[in-house]
């Protein structure tokens, strides 16, 4: 297994990636379309329009580039020679990550509320909470990359 892991770690790295920036366009987007729908008049069309829109775009690429980030993620990190568990930026990265996860845990909470014509909070609560994932990859970015520590 470690020798397949090390022979397949430019592969694995290459769509750990994929599921990250596809995983990232969601969290980036969700919100978004919470900003408007927060405005639309419940059981209007528009407001009908945002709940398929907010579902497909949750069940279609949001979870299940979750789950593609964290197996390859996974995967990376039991690869021999990856990762120093010794240093900082690994178990900083992870707590970020975890943040990242409570954020979409709250999407889901979120859509649900809108899918039953309820409105959990204001458009410019969602416009503010719509940079929170933008900092945490940002982190992200600089700790896989420079390994500051
Ligand atoms: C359970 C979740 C995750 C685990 C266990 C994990 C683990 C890892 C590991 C071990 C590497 C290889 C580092 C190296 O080659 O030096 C890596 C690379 C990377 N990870 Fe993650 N990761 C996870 C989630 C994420 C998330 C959520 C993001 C972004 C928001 C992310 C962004 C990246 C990037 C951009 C790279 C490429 C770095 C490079 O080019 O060397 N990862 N990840």
Request: aromatic letters at 12%.
């Amino acid at each position: 297994m470690s020798e397949f892991l090390v022979a397949a770690y430019p592969w694995i790295k290459a769509l750990h990636i994929v599921s990250v920036v596809a995983w990232m366009a969601g969290l980036l987007y969700l919100p978004r379309l919470f900003v408007y729908h927060a405005d639309a008049r419940p059981g209007s069309d528009k407001a009908e329009t945002f709940k398929l829109m907010e579902r497909r775009l949750l069940r279609g690429i949001i979870n299940p580039a979750l789950v593609a980030v964290v197996i390859f993620g996974a995967l990376l990190a039991t690869t021999p020679g990856v990762v120093d568990w010794r240093q900082g930026w690994i178990w900083t990265k992870l707590v970020l990550v975890a943040a990242l996860l409570g954020f979409h845990i709250c999407l889901v909470r979120w859509r649900r509320q809108f899918a039953a014509d309820a409105i959990p909070h204001t458009a410019r609560f969602y416009r503010a909470i719509n940079e929170l994932p933008m900092l945490a990859l940002i982190a992200i970015a600089i700790l896989v990359v420079v390994k500051p520590f």
